[in-house]
């Protein structure tokens, strides 16, 4: 019989074990056989790993967990890990996005063995980092997380990609090594890296660890936040996710980017500066939502201005859960604000990767990124094979769920922050950020329009390929999704806040989504991003949104933002 333990690991051990026997197959198999195991490879790695994910539902919705040292080890010797409510979710929010970008790469490419193989190690890579309980295993997994990304993102053959892999590692592996820095830092003070060890060791001290543990900590967050591409720490990403494969883009934004956040709540929660630290991100997140949104808007590029969001999102998302931290998970506001966090980021797992799959099949149909250029490709999606518009109707889901037009989850995400966030003064940075984002994204649904501008595209011309059932099923799969989040919120909602408050006894409170002020808050939200929109494509709005398009940016400005950020973060602790 399997245990509870054995089930903990099958999201890690299982895409591990089926990226073994995809690069099995492209070393010694030919080429009929060698796909046979590719996909009997993936079926294990991303298939699998749901029936561990059920079968340990009842354990984490009485907040049971696993826990201990793998291999058998002492503890403070061997690598601690816990599997809990918050890896489950976790899990849940990785393999929905990563099966679903899969199967569209078979059809858009990347593809073959190699490519699934490293896509499975990535996958298993993000379990990992939300299992882990153990500092200097944080680090591995990070490391691993980033290789795999370095090598899917550089697989694209877009001009570029590969330029793009090369700032991402180096700014990445920088950020680590500072990482590491701070992992001695703990080291040293705590003598284990081991959760509940460093917890054990700080309370036990007088001043919890003193000044070397405040630097440690602020050298940690700063490197983490820079892989959740928090301003000033996100000028990676908008040309690494830009240039990837269009697959590889929808989970670098739905899952990558997050995951190493509610990772490092973990590390956070261990010290009393951890608080300090939440605060000054959530801080940051509100900015990144705002500021990001608006960089967004004025780009030309279709699938940079979804970069962008990303970062804009993402600043939502940290935003709650900064807070979160800020006033402690053993709080009703702090179960609220994490159960808003991480409802906005499966949320926008999905309406994200939504628009990256549908936007990206439309500029590979018509050769055109250029949102000013690019029209009719709703025909000429239909020219190339798709007789009904998937295409164009997933796109239409995604933007809305996006701009939080109800019933879309999108609009229960935002809503979600919203109310937990209302008294907060975070909460005016993202009302502004939500009417930019109707704004880019009337913007970006102009690519569909079929008026034929002077200069645009040739709606007789196209790009290349057909739309195929593993482009458009995916697409089906992630907008079903989108709306059902919207339709089914109550039963979403509870069992996310259940997982978080973990039968504290605080009673379930569930927010009146679809009440007469928030209803009429999206209206006003929306008509606002349609006027900023008009005023945009003024010829004033143009000049201003080519300047903030054409601002200067270099490779030396990312590591002067890394370090800046690292100054404010130690400054804040100290202060």
Known sequence: MISAADHAFGPLILPLLGATLCFLSKAFLQKGAEKTLEFVGVF???????VSIAALAPMVLRGGAVQGVMGGWFAGVGIAYRFDGLAWLVNILGYSVAG?????????????????????????????????????????????LGVASYVLVASSDKPGASLAAFSYLLLSSTAMVFFLVGLLGFYRVTGTLSYEGIRAALQALPDSGGLEILLSLALITASVAMRVAVMPLYGWLPD????????????????????????????????????????????????????????????????????????????????AWGAAIRVGLSTRSGITLMTAAFLHAFFHALFKGLLFLSVGTSVDRTG????????????ILRRTGERFPVTLLSFAVGALSISAIPPLNGFISKTAVSSALKDNPLHSLLYAAGIATVASF?????????????????????????????????????????????????????????????????????????????????????????????????ARGSLVMARIRNRPRSFQG?????????????????I
């Open 44 to 50: 294990i790695g991303l298939v699998l790993p749901w």
């Open 100 to 144: 679903a970008s899969w199967l569209y790469s078979v059809g858009a490419g990347p593809r073959g063995p190699a490519f699934s193989g490293i896509f499975l190690i990535q996958t298993a890579a993000l379990a990992a980092t939300v299992m882990t309980a153990d500092l200097f295993n944080l680090f591995v997994c990070l490391e691993v």
């Open 558 to 574: 990312l590591f002067t933002s890394f370090a800046l950020g690292t100054a404010a973060m130690a400054a804040w602790l100290l």
């Open 240 to 319: 690494a996710h830009a240039m990837a494969p269009h697959a590889i883009s929808a989970v670098l934004s739905g899952v990558l980017i997050k995951t190493p956040l509610f990772a490092l709540s973990r590390v956070l929660l261990l010290v009393p500066a951890g608080t300090a630290a939440g605060e000054l991100m959530g801080y940051a997140g509100a900015l990144t939502a705002l500021v990001a949104v608006i960089i967004a808007l004025s780009q030309k590029d279709a699938k940079r201005l979804l970069a962008y969001h990303s970062i804009s999102q993402i600043g939502y998302v940290v935003a």
């Open 368 to 379: 055109e990124r250029d949102v000013y250029r690019l029209r009719g490709a709703a025909r």
């Open 442 to 538: 009337v913007k970006l649904s102009r690519i569909y329009w079929p008026k034929k501008d002077a200069g645009s595209t040739d709606e007789t011309a196209a790009g290349s390929g057909r739309t195929t059932p593993a482009i458009w099923i995916p697409q089906i799969f992630l907008a079903a999704l989108c709306v059902a989040g919207g339709v089914a919120v109550r039963p979403v909602y509870t069992l996310v806040f259940r997982i978080f408050s973990r039968n504290s006894g605080i009673a379930l409170r569930i927010p009146e989504f679809y009440s007469s002020g928030n209803l009429g808050k999206a209206l006003l939200v929306t008509a606002a991003g349609v006027l900023l929109f008009l005023l945009a494509t003024t």
